[in-house]
């Protein structure tokens, strides 16, 4: 039991579950917000992957690490693009033509970093960013330490989910996208465009999914390899439902699912005689209980995967 | 003379051959409740879908206040200030009510809703009216009536000053249809004006100023509330339409099918209250009555596909359980279901597949366990020859064929087998003049061969012309028999009001 208090404790748990939550904010806002109008966008893990290499690539050229980020988000914001062209236009399965983006978005950007980085011995790396200290919040006693582990990319993913809530419920825009998401014959009929916000949406969520993936590449590590988003994209996608569908439990959702990956890293060395598979394994169950106790009650919305033709109900 | 707010000016609407609106014109007034009457295919959705901007017309115009509306624009025509009641609300279940009415209301790209401001217009608008519901109640949490009020609320929000609802009381228990006509009767006293559209006698009678009947997509007749009556109304909504085959006298044969006292309870609804019926060999049982008092409901129970609750049913004399379909097929019940595309054909499929699909089971359609394609398609193209189905041969995807064709396949299939009874559920209905007069051919040609047809049907002319015996058919309740030789439309007309229904009791 000691053992645990004092994992809980260390401020070293703490900033690790800051990083580790980052990608996942990023990634589950930006699927939180496609489906909010409407699109299951499982072209994440794809995206993602492509960002983190996009993001690489454009640092690696000499881009400085911000323009890395929108390289990224760009990036990503193409592939939004067509996910929304094959889904939103032309009205094809949402299932289908995300999982062929994932692959497709995947192992292209395996097939570009091959073609632009030659195969070596040690994979080549770049700076990624330095951890900053915030006047005023670095000083606090226990916080402080824990925040000035991190790097601006994760200071960015908490007040872009206070942001998203923002928008998302309180503007006008957020309440088209919402009525999207329910009703789009409905929005239709109170002069909201359901298309638009549809491209919108997806669009905008796959940039920041993208930039999740950047993430990894441009600060919590330093070299890009094709392997690394590691199912993180679909624990983004379980986590939209476990947050109901609402940033701010999205941002509880991941920091939650982050707390249990640092708990178990560290759990994994400090008891012996159990195989490391076991607590490797305790975050993914954990979450599987989480998901049964809070996605009961969740409001799924109501236009989530059909697709929108006009004139037709 | 009341100021005209609204005038529709020789609107015309076609789909492909039908003409669905045909020179349509009429004038609405400030205060004033129009009703637009008329059956189903009538042409009264689209009109009001012109209306609305959700079609363009192919000749007229709009004036709105003396001003023209740009057709197909709904933007323009909320702008203008006429708000649609679907009858289908247009509403989010999972957003509260207050969301649901101010989606679309504000600039897209400000910063902030104002929702405080909205929830005061809402509150202020819902005391005018008397529309009591609470703006952040989740809308999926209110009763249908409820919905209604806010799909009435959000026109109202939008500033409309006429009011346009598409069979509002479809969806409704009597006690919410008296509520929603005493709130309409207000909002035309505040000098709202507004058209619903309807095809129920009652409510036509009891809420509307003016009616406008319209039938083949054309306006037949205009009346003053007051100086109209049901049977009228009635007769002028079903009309009187072209020649059609003659009914030769021909003598009837043994009862096949009888009901006694049957009802049907659905969901603790009554569909169909203890109706009695005696079906005979070579005779048609015509069932008439405006659409939605009980006809599905009845066509469903003959066909096998709904339980009774209560009563017996006889087939060829013996008192039998419920029947499934399989039953029908067995026992030599054809059917022509109402809703040819939904439950009569299946569109994917070839022609031949479905000529077979309920005789597949049949040994001379299988060979080994397996379909023997050679034979089916032999059985189908029998059907494409003998009832002339056009468009098309065995192996054509269904969905292909017209309406009537589809209909002719359908009605091939049944008589071909040459079956002892056919239940035929609204068999002309959206048919042109040529297929209707080929489908009623056919079912006299059935009652000479002997076999029994119960037709139901909302079309008067249609009931005169073939049936031999007529029951009407209101609220789930069936009148006693008349013979055709002795009623006119006129005595029809008071049949179908429910007529009969006083001099019982």
């Known amino acids: 039991m000691s053992i645990v208090l004092d994992i809980i404790a260390s401020a070293g748990l703490w900033a690790a ?45 000499g881009a400085d690490l911000w323009t890395g980020l929108l390289v990224a ?18 009205g094809l399965s949402q299932h289908v033509s995300g999982l062929g983006v994932t692959l497709f978005a995947s192992s292209f950007s395996y097939y570009l970093f091959r073609l632009i980085v030659p195969l070596s011995g040690s994979p080549p790396t770049i700076e990624p960013f330095a951890p900053v200290t915030v006047p005023g919040l670095a000083d606090l006693p226990f916080v402080g330490p824990i925040l000035s582990a991190q790097t601006p990319p994760t200071y960015l993913a908490l007040l872009l989910a206070l942001l998203l ?10 309440l088209a996208i919402r009525m999207t998401g329910e009703n789009p014959h409905a929005a239709e009929a109170q002069g909201v465009n359901p298309m638009a916000v549809r491209y919108g949406a997806v669009i905008v969520g796959s940039a920041l999914m993208a930039v999740g993936g950047a993430f990894l590449t441009l600060s919590a590590f330093n070299s890009f390899f094709p392997t690394m988003v590691q199912g993180r994209g679909w624990i983004c996608i379980a986590l939209v439902v476990f947050a109901s569908w609402r940033p701010g439990r999205a941002l509880f959702g991941a920091l939650l699912f982050a707390f249990f990956d640092a708990f178990q890293l560290r759990l994994q060395t400090a008891v012996d005689g159990v195989p490391y598979q076991v607590f490797l394994m305790t975050p993914y169950i954990l979450s599987i209980v989480a998901l049964c106790v809070m996605a009961r009650r969740a409001r799924v919305p109501q236009a989530l995967m059909q697709p929108y033709r006009r004139g037709e109900r | 003379m009341t100021e005209t707010v609204l005038e529709i000016d020789g609107v015309s609407k076609s789909f492909g051959d039908n003409k669905a609106n045909d020179a349509i014109s009429m004038t609405l007034a ?15 959705t689209t009109l009001m879908s012109i209306l609305f901007g959700h079609y363009m017309p192919d000749e007229g115009c709009i004036r709105f206040s003396g001003a023209d509306l740009p057709p197909g624009r709904p933007r323009a025509a909320i702008h203008a200030g006429i708000g649609m009641v679907h009858q289908h609300f247009s509403l989010a279940p999972n957003l509260t009510v207050l969301e649901n009415v101010m989606t679309g209301t504000e600039k897209l790209w400000s910063l902030r809703s104002e929702a405080g401001r909205a929830r005061a217009k809402l509150k202020a608008l819902a005391e005018r009216f008397g529309l009591a519901v609470d703006p952040d109640a989740r809308l999926g949490d209110l009763s249908v009536g409820e919905q209604q009020r806010v799909e009435i609320l959000k026109a109202l929000y939008n500033d409309a000053r006429i009011l346009i609802l598409d069979e509002p009381t479809a969806v409704l228990t009597n006690l919410e249809a008296e509520t929603l006509f005493g709130t309409l009767k207000e909002m035309a006293r505040q000098g709202l004006s507004l058209i619903f559209i309807s095809h129920k006698l009652d409510e036509v009678m009891a809420a509307a100023d003016r009616v406008v009947v319209l039938r083949g997509g054309k306006v037949v007749a205009e009346r003053r509330a007051a100086e109209t009556s049901k049977a009228e109304l009635a007769e002028l909504m079903v009309g009187h339409r072209v020649a059609r085959p003659i009914r ?47 006809q599905a409901a009845l066509a469903s129970l003959l066909s096998g596909t709904l339980a009774r609750s209560s009563g017996d049913i006889l087939l060829y004399g013996e008192a039998i359980g419920n029947l499934s379909v399989a039953d029908t097929v067995a026992s ?13 054909a299946i569109g994917e499929m070839a022609v031949w597949e479905n000529a077979v699909l309920e005789r597949i089971d049949e040994p001379r359609f299988s060979r080994r366990g397996l379909v023997d394609r050679a034979a089916a398609i032999a059985f189908a193209e029998t059907i494409v020859r003998d009832f002339d189905v056009r468009g098309g041969g065995a192996r054509t995807r269904t969905r292909l064929l017209s309406g009537g064709n589809m209909q002719k396949l359908i009605l091939g299939r049944n ?19 040529g297929a209707v007069a080929a489908v009623h051919a056919r079912i006299l040609e059935a009652r000479k061969a002997g076999t029994a047809v119960l037709l139901i049907s909302e079309d008067l ?10 029951q009407a058919i209101v609220g789930g309740r069936l009148s006693p028999p008349v013979s055709a030789d002795e009623v006119d439309a006129r005595a029809l007309g008071l049949m179908m009001a429910g007529a009969w229904k006083k001099e019982a009791a």
Request: glycine share 16%.
């Open chain 1, 73 to 90: 988000a760009l990036a990503g914001g193409v592939f939004g693009l067509l996910h929304a062209a094959l889904t939103v236009t032309l």
């Open chain 2, 415 to 433: 008589l071909a087998e040459r079956p002892r009874i056919l239940i035929a559920a609204q068999p002309a209905r959206g048919l042109d003049e």
């Open chain 1, 17 to 61: 579950v800051l990083r580790i939550a980052t990608p996942l904010i990023f990634g589950t806002l930006g699927a939180l917000l496609c489906e909010r109008a409407g699109v299951l966008n499982l072209g994440i893990e794809g995206i993602m992957t492509f960002g983190a290499m996009a993001g690489w690539l454009a640092v690696y050229h």
């Open chain 2, 248 to 294: 030769e006298a021909h003598e009837r044969g043994e009862p096949v099918l009888e009901a006694a006292a049957v009802s049907v309870r659905i969901d603790g609804v009554d569909r169909l209250k203890e109706v009695s019926f005696r079906l005979h060999a070579g005779e048609i049982l015509g069932i008439i009555g405006v659409s939605g008092n009980g």
């Open chain 1, 165 to 174: 809530a923002y928008v998302v419920f309180r503007t006008p825009l957020g």
């Open chain 2, 332 to 344: 030599g019940i054809g059917r022509i279901p109402e809703d040819r595309t939904r439950e009569g």
């Open chain 2, 461 to 470: 002319d249609e009931v005169i012309g073939l049936a031999d015996r007529i």
């Open chain 2, 30 to 44: 400030r205060g004033e409740i129009v009703a637009l009457l008329g059956e189903n295919g009538a042409g009264k």
